[in-house]
């Protein structure tokens, strides 16, 4: 397992290093969740809709999300 050290400046900010971005895909703007652990800290990834479309094994489509997503809004609009 690779390792990077990394510090934390002002704000909080830390910079995750390049090689780890590649590889799990992570590009501006995307966001995490902070989980505690007893090992520490684990950043997990908060995944929409749109990360969603064209994996899996039903391969959903961008219209069926936004078929799915009218519903939802109509589910609102009755209650």
Same mark, same amino acid.
């Given at each position: 397992?690779r390792k %990077?050290r990394? /510090? $934390?400046? =002002? =704000?909080?900010? $830390?910079t @995750?290093p390049?090689w /780890?971005r =590649?590889k799990y *895909? /992570?590009?501006d703007? *995307? !966001?995490?969740?902070i /989980?505690? #652990? #007893?090992?520490?800290?684990?950043? =997990?990834?908060?995944n929409?809709?749109?990360d969603w479309?064209?994996t899996?094994? &039903? %391969? @959903?489509t961008?219209?069926e999300v #936004? !078929?799915?997503? &009218?519903k939802?809004r109509?589910? &609102?609009?009755d209650?």
């Open positions: 397992m %990077n990394v /510090i $934390v400046v =002002k =704000k909080g900010h $830390v @995750i390049l /780890i =590649k *895909k /992570i590009e703007g *995307k !966001a995490f969740v /989980i505690e #652990k #007893k090992q520490g800290l684990l950043l =997990k990834p908060l929409s809709f749109w479309i064209g899996g094994p &039903d %391969n @959903i961008v219209e #936004k !078929a799915e997503l &009218d939802l109509h589910q &609102d609009e209650e």
